[in-house]
């Protein structure tokens, strides 16, 4: 007995597709590990934030397989950068 898996989601709408756009490109972002854990951080914020990163402590850089790793464990930290 197999279990029925569902294929490919559905394509958005092409208004919400458009809108997601244009969202995507007003945001910034940094991904890397926190210096006091082995936690991925993801910093997302709009552009006009950016000045605010800056002041947060600094990611260290992480490697595809550690950001994988991190996914699979839970281990990813989002912080909204107002």
Do not use: Y
Request: proline share 10%; hydrophobic share 45%; aromatic share 4%.
């Amino acid at each position: 007995m197999s279990a029925d898996l569902p294929g490919p989601p559905a394509p958005a709408p092409p208004e919400l597709a458009r809108a997601l756009e244009a969202l995507g490109g007003q945001l910034v972002w940094r991904i890397g590990k926190d210096e006091t854990s082995d936690d991925v951080v993801v910093r997302l914020g709009f552009a006009s934030a950016t000045p605010r990163f800056a002041h947060l402590p600094r990611l260290r850089s992480a490697a595809d397989a550690e950001l994988q790793t991190a996914l699979a464990e839970n281990r990813v930290v989002i912080e909204w950068v107002e």
